[in-house]
């Protein structure tokens, strides 16, 4: 089904700003008592979601009266702040991450932790799972969604099959999840949330990156393959975990040169600490280990001595 056929799918009060890797999609829920936003973006692209939120497909001149976030992790809060500042709306965040937020903990929350940008926020309210909540003239459904990120939170309207899955559920694949060295949960976790969401009728998954999509059975099928290979090799686990963040990084970035890679992977903590749990290379090493991998996957490219995105820039 072609990206309009599935937005007609769409009840009319939502609206779906698809971004990019680097900014989670942003969804708009419009209603007269008050318009709510899920996600916010990566803190690089704030101007861009406030002026896609002012646009005419967006707020318009309307206030914005509640934000909300599926996960705390950069790319879905880093408009917050901003957003914070333009509309003066609470932010809700799942329970289970609030008091990570509070205490901003850049470890848990992969801030500085995977060398991700962000500005503070504060939460003003806390989304328990298995709460309903009414957005948008339409009943969502708060549920746990533990896995890429243990205090995940998807929403779903039952009443149109609409499943707002954040990073637990793309068309293909999930959020990178954490070896089962570094949390014994995580994988288990994964796979029962995938199971969660099978046991649901979905007709249309907005996921947090991507276009939303209708076959659900295809994508919940790769994910279960995906955890399946995950399960059998942890160092697989790891080294997607490490190529990830660094392509979130230079999407980020944009550049970073090759001879400040290894003092890069030998500084930032995620690649730190799996380097000593699961490769225990030299930096330089490692650094040519990710580097040949992101670019033998198509995904970056080496131009004047660094590694760039091979891609144009990001939305
Ligand atoms: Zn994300």
Not at 202 to 225: M, N, Q, S, W, Y
Not at 284 to 295: H, I, N
Request: proline letters at 6%; aromatic letters at 8%.
């Amino acid at each position: 089904m072609s990206a309009p056929a599935i937005a007609s799918l769409l009840p009319p009060q939502l609206h779906v700003f698809v971004r990019d890797w680097l900014s989670a999609n942003n969804i708009l829920l419009k209603s007269r008592d008050g318009h709510v936003l899920i996600d916010s973006g990566y803190v690089r692209h704030a101007p861009l979601t406030l002026a896609l939120l002012a646009s005419a497909r967006g707020l318009g001149g309307a206030p914005l009266a509640f934000l909300v976030n599926t996960h705390c992790h950069s790319d879905h809060v880093g408009g917050n702040a901003a957003i914070v500042r333009r509309y003066g709306c609470p932010v809700a965040v799942p329970a289970a991450e609030a008091l990570l937020v509070e205490r901003w903990d850049g470890k848990a929350l992969l801030y500085d932790y995977c060398d991700q940008q962000i500005e503070r926020f504060a939460v003003d309210h806390v989304l328990p799972a298995d709460t309903t909540h009414v957005w948008g003239d339409l009943e969502w459904q708060a549920l746990a969604a533990p896995g890429h990120d243990m205090g995940a939170l998807v929403f779903y309207n039952a009443e149109h099959g609409v499943l707002i899955s954040g990073d637990a559920l793309w068309e293909h694949g999930f959020g990178f999840v954490m070896p089962p060295e570094v949390d014994p949960e995580a994988l288990p976790a994964t796979s029962a949330t995938i199971e969660m969401l099978a046991a649901l009728e979905i007709r249309i998954v907005i996921p947090g990156h991507g276009e939303p999509f209708t076959d659900i059975a295809a994508a919940l099928d790769r994910a279960r393959k995906r955890i399946v290979a995950f399960e059998a090799d942890s160092l697989r686990v790891a080294r997607h975990a490490l190529k990830v963040n660094l392509m979130f990084s230079l999407l980020d970035r944009q550049r970073i040169p090759l001879d400040e890679m290894p003092a890069y992977v030998a500084r930032v903590g995620i690649y730190r600490d799996f380097n000593a749990l699961f490769f225990r290379l030299p930096p330089a090493r490692l650094a040519e280990f990710l580097t040949t991998e992101l670019v033998k996957s198509g995904a970056a490219r080496i131009a004047a001595g660094a590694l760039v995105p091979a891609v144009g820039k990001t939305r």
